[in-house]
């Protein structure tokens, strides 16, 4: 388990490492320069080792009960993306549903793709296949890196489902999501 924390005031890292010293299958870095949200991302990959991998915020709305039907999954197709929208998948607060629901339409129709979650960031990918990829032109910004990494991932002709999943109020700090830009 890899955690980056991008500076943030949460005090993420301290809280890892303070509760997890002992643990050796659990890395944690903290970010001071450079950050951003998909760079952080891209950091934790280049730092990752396993044949597989998974990405899930740290702020709870990613339920880890999915991880194991994200891999069994993930054995037969090359990305699997935990979906809210998919049949099956919910969302704890309807409004925020409701407003994501809608802004993914609008991404559906202006990328083209029959991806229902385009915002979801919750996935597994074959560490090989990632690789294969553009890294440092999809990893930037913030949540559209995920935009990216599908239109890349369906470019290269991969494979993408989509598996139902709850995603949950955030149990610790705040959204840094601007719906207004």
Not at 30 to 55: C, M, N, P, Q, T
Not at 106 to 111: A, D, G, K, T
Request: proline letters at 2%; hydrophobic letters at 35%; aromatic letters at 14%.
């Amino acid at each position: 388990i890899i955690v980056i924390d991008d500076n943030s005031p949460d005090k993420t890292f301290e809280i890892v490492n303070s509760s997890y010293s002992y643990n050796d299958n659990i890395l944690s870095f903290i970010r001071k320069e450079d950050r951003g949200f998909a760079k952080s991302i891209l950091y934790g990959i280049h730092k990752s080792k396993g044949e597989y991998i998974i990405v899930m915020d740290s702020d709870g709305t990613h339920e880890p009960k999915e991880i194991l039907n994200l891999y069994h999954i993930g054995q037969k197709y090359d990305l699997v993306s935990a979906s809210r929208f998919c049949s099956g998948g919910k969302m704890t607060s309807r409004n925020h549903y409701l407003i994501s629901f809608f802004y993914n339409l609008v991404l559906r129709i202006v990328l083209n793709t029959q991806v229902q979650d385009n915002l979801g960031g919750f996935y597994i990918i074959r560490r090989k296949k990632l690789l294969e990829l553009p890294l440092e032109s999809i990893f930037r910004g913030y949540g559209d890196y995920y935009f990216r990494l599908l239109a890349y991932v369906k470019d290269k002709g991969l494979s993408i489902v989509e598996i139902p999943a709850e995603y949950v109020l955030r149990k610790a700090g705040k959204s840094k999501s601007n719906w207004l830009k």
